[in-house]
């Protein structure tokens, strides 16, 4: 049966109506059309799916849409801001932290928390921070040295 639920998306107030337990990924690809979170293995342990809610990362795959109505989501689309991508945006550009880029949003988002709780990562920290989002291209270095360049960006902008 379906319900009305309120939910805050990158900062805008959206109306959905679903059942309550559709996966938040599905309202976010399919209802809203933000798909820079992609389904990957459907039960939390890719990372492909990854948005913070309330600036935690969760597997938008197996959380339901009752679960956060009401809560603060952003998505990858949600970073950008007046036309400038986020600094961790930037770093996996420069640091070209992908190939396929299927992880890379779920890497960002991963990315963007730990930055938020921990604004000098060690390499350990980061490779905590990202652990349960696979990278089947291997990128990991490069990730790594991603978020180091974006912690720097950012630590240059404070």
Same mark, same amino acid.
């Given at each position: 049966?379906? *319900? ?6 990158? /900062? ?20 809203? /059309? ?22 935690? @990362? ?7 849409? #009752? ?19 986020? @600094?961790?945006?930037?770093? #996996?550009?420069?640091?070209?932290? #992908? ?21 000098? @990562? ?8 990202? *652990? ?8 990991? @270095?490069?990730?790594? *040295? ?8 950012? *630590?240059?902008?404070?």
């Amino acid at each position: 049966m379906s *319900e009305s639920y309120q939910l805050q998306v990158n /900062g805008q107030r959206q109306s959905v109506k679903a059942d309550r337990e559709t996966s938040l990924l599905t309202i976010l690809r399919d209802y809203l /059309g933000l798909t820079g979170s992609k389904y990957g293995c459907g039960e939390g342990q890719c990372g492909s799916c990854t948005v913070l809610i309330d600036g935690t @990362p969760r597997r938008s795959c197996i959380t339901p849409v #009752f679960a956060v109505a009401g809560k603060s989501i952003i998505t990858i689309e949600g970073l950008e801001q007046r036309g400038r991508l986020h @600094p961790v945006q930037r770093a #996996f550009l420069d640091a070209e932290a #992908f190939q396929c880029a299927y992880c890379t949003s779920g890497m960002i988002m991963s990315s963007v928390a730990l930055l938020q709780k921990n604004a000098n @990562p060690t390499p350990a920290d980061i490779a905590q921070a990202l *652990e349960g989002n696979i990278c089947r291209c291997g990128t990991y @270095p490069r990730i790594v *040295e991603a978020v180091q360049k974006a912690a720097k960006t950012q *630590e240059q902008r404070s």
